[in-house]
């Protein structure tokens, strides 16, 4: 195996029920690269990185970190590799029984023995780096989408995680406001050399964020390229899918 | 007709599928007793919260148990003359039957549609998800504080819904029926045994475990959006008073010995 190769998924597949979701797809992520998945809606990414961090055990096939097989871990394994991984959801997934500054810190609690003092710095720098500094006592519901966000992701990143994984981190979001949380990945790419997947149909988003896009189509990886090849691509389903149009081979008309 | 039959076979298959997984439930929880985490704080919170989420209702339900009993009793007993057991007979119903039956139903119906409620809306908005991202497992995060706070909780609520219930048959027999009052404390603690107090707090704290079982198991596998957390809470609370009232009969005979 090629020794720069840090996340591989290796022949994935997932049914549910009679529905076949994934049909054997096969990614490589480097470490440090930011991988964006593209794929309309339904098409399976979210079942994709459900895997490489444990939510979901595939039929066949796996995903491995750093060789591991994350299907094969035991509880102790997993923990100790989600730890080393943060999430950001689509609707940012915050504990509603928490406010901003205890959903931040939940995962310090939980896995580090810092001390209050300690904890609290490290949420109000976290806060101030995803631009919410001093709302640590709001509550969620007190939050619009975009803020919510944010504050998912500064709960994702509270621990220093090494791997990413972006559940359409622009997605019902004004232009400008994604454009910001583009800006939040890219930081968390180049400063802390994160690794990260993130799956989206938002191109602007995936051009920005890219190192490398990857199509998911029909359960299979349909090309993966630099968004430059991806763009430049004669695929007429890549084509559609980029250019957001109704009529091509993607929708059989 | 037969969708009424329909209808009571879904029920029935929806139990079945139920017991199996709260099964389950009940064993990942022993497991995840024998290892730390323990998430302390969160036992004592959920114990207020079934405290005090159960107290008001279990009162109300044992204080009018009480009198209707006694009313009913007195009643009969004028028959032949027995008036004055009707402490003794209320006391003895009271404690190890109705209090712990009915005021289990009526936590099934607040704290039990609670918990599928909060649960299933954690798992349709991913937060159970973000949990286990987390490195939490939602079973000792969860389930376990809550299964120990309706366990521990129950007896302690059907104890004072005894005290409150044997009263609601004083204010009955003696301010309503004209009863002696000394009769009936004496009837009462003369004939009243520790067994039954005891075997009425040990159904409470089994309900109260099948209670947060059903509220743990229809939350957890909660599908779909609002409809689907609303189609859980029903279904715990269905659950949880099948439960309570099909294992009743097999902790009575246990009991009874």
Redesign the interface.
């Known amino acids: 195996m090629d020794d720069d190769v840090f996340i591989s998924v290796e022949g994935l597949h997932k049914s549910f029920s009679s529905q076949r979701v994934l049909r054997g797809v096969d990614l490589s992520i480097a470490r440090g690269e930011s991988m964006v998945v593209i794929g309309g809606s339904g098409s399976g990414k979210s079942v994709l990185i ?1 895997h490489v ?3 979901l055990d595939p039929d066949e096939g796996q995903v491995r970190v750093e060789g591991q097989a994350v299907g094969e871990l035991n509880r102790t394994g997993l ?2 590799l ?2 080393r ?3 950001l ?3 940012a ?4 029984s928490m406010n901003v500054g205890e959903n931040v810190a ?2 310090l609690r ?2 580090t023995k810092m001390k209050d003092a300690e904890i609290k710095d490290r949420v109000e720098e976290v806060l101030t780096w995803v631009g919410l500094e001093g709302l640590e006592e709001k509550w969620p519901a007190e939050l619009s989408g975009g803020m919510k966000k944010r504050v998912g992701l500064a ?1 994702a990143i509270a621990l220093g995680p090494e791997i990413m994984l972006y559940d359409e981190p622009t997605t019902g979001l004004d232009p400008i406001l994604a454009d910001q949380i583009n800006d939040l990945i890219i930081d968390l790419n180049e400063r802390l050399h994160v690794t990260s997947i993130s799956i989206t149909h938002d191109m602007v988003s995936a051009y920005k964020i890219a190192d490398r896009i990857a199509m998911l189509y029909r359960g299979k990886i349909e090309e993966i390229g630099t968004p430059e090849q991806i763009q430049g691509s004669s695929n007429p389903v890549i084509q559609q899918f980029i250019h957001g149009r109704a009529e091509g081979p993607i929708t059989g008309r | 007709m037969i969708r009424l039959i329909s209808g009571l076979g879904r029920i029935v298959i929806e139990f079945g599928e139920d017991i199996g997984q709260v099964g389950i439930l009940f064993f990942k929880a022993i497991a995840s007793l024998r290892r730390p ?1 323990f998430y302390f704080h969160t036992w004592f919170v959920q114990m207020l919260e079934v405290g005090n989420r159960s107290l008001p209702v279990v009162l109300v339900t044992s204080l009018f148990s009480g009198m209707v009993f006694a009313l009913q009793s007195w009643q009969g007993f004028a028959r032949f003359g027995a008036t004055e057991m009707t402490g003794t007979v209320v006391a003895i119903a009271i404690t190890r039957e109705m209090v712990p039956v009915l005021a289990s139903l009526m936590v099934a119906g607040r704290a039990g549609s609670a918990m599928a409620a909060e649960i299933g ?2 798992v349709v ?3 159970v ?8 497992d939602p079973i000792e995060y969860l389930a376990v504080p809550r299964l120990i706070a309706t366990s521990v909780m129950l007896p302690v609520v059907v104890m004072i819904g005894d005290l409150v219930g044997i009263y609601g048959g004083y204010l009955v027999v003696v301010k309503l029926m004209g009863g002696g009052e000394v009769t009936y404390w004496q009837r009462t603690w003369e004939f009243l045994m520790m067994s039954d107090v005891t075997s009425g707090l040990i159904k409470a704290a089994v309900f109260g475990l099948i209670i947060a079982l059903f509220g743990c198991v229809r939350g957890f596998n909660t599908t779909g959006g609002a409809q689907g957390v609303g189609r859980a809470t029903t279904g715990a609370v269905v659950g949880g008073s099948m439960g309570i009232l099909i294992s009743n009969f097999f902790l009575t005979k246990l009991l009874i010995g």
Do not use: C
């Not at chain 1, 997934?93 to 509603?96: S, T, V």
């Not at chain 2, 998800?129 to 939490?136: H, I, P, S």
């Open positions: 459900k961090i444990g939510l923990s100790d989600r730890r991984m943060g999430m959801f689509q609707y997934a915050l504990f509603d939940f995962a939980q896995h709960r | 985490p809306t954690m908005t991913e937060q998800d973000a949990l286990r991202t987390m490195g939490t």
